[in-house]
């Protein structure tokens, strides 16, 4: 019997979900929407932090030290859903953008979903 392959080992890994989180933020970065929220950020530090938490919420290993992400999220009361939706289309269309299958696309889409109240504080 084989134990099934992670959303983290199918994308290619660490080096892989590094890759995809530099898009990613250079799409939300030129977001009108979304790129005042990291105006004041680190984003060497947020993508490395963003990496690590895709690592660990799609099967990698855990070596997320960030806050949780109610708590990450709190500072920004005005953030609603069609903040969110963006996020998601973002990371979506960057998957795309790096051949990942629409099934995986719609797994991550799902994991990253499902913590959409935290995010949104609700």
Excluded: C, W
């Excluded at 995986?104 to 990253?112: K, L, Q, R, W």
């Amino acid at each position: 019997m084989t134990a099934e392959t992670s959303v983290y080992e199918r994308l290619g890994g660490s080096l892989a979900i590094r890759s995809v989180t530099e898009v990613f933020y250079r799409k939300v970065l030129s977001d009108d929407l979304l790129a005042p929220y990291f105006d004041d950020v680190d984003m060497d530090r947020q993508i490395a932090k963003q990496a690590s938490f895709l690592t660990m919420a799609l099967g990698g290993p855990n070596e997320y030290t960030g806050d949780d992400l109610r708590s990450a999220h709190a500072g920004m009361p005005d953030l609603d859903d069609k903040h969110f939706d963006g996020v998601l289309g973002h990371l979506a269309d960057t998957l795309r953008a790096f051949g990942v299958s629409e099934a995986d696309v719609s797994e991550v889409g799902a994991v990253a979903d499902s913590v959409r109240n935290d995010v949104l504080n609700r």
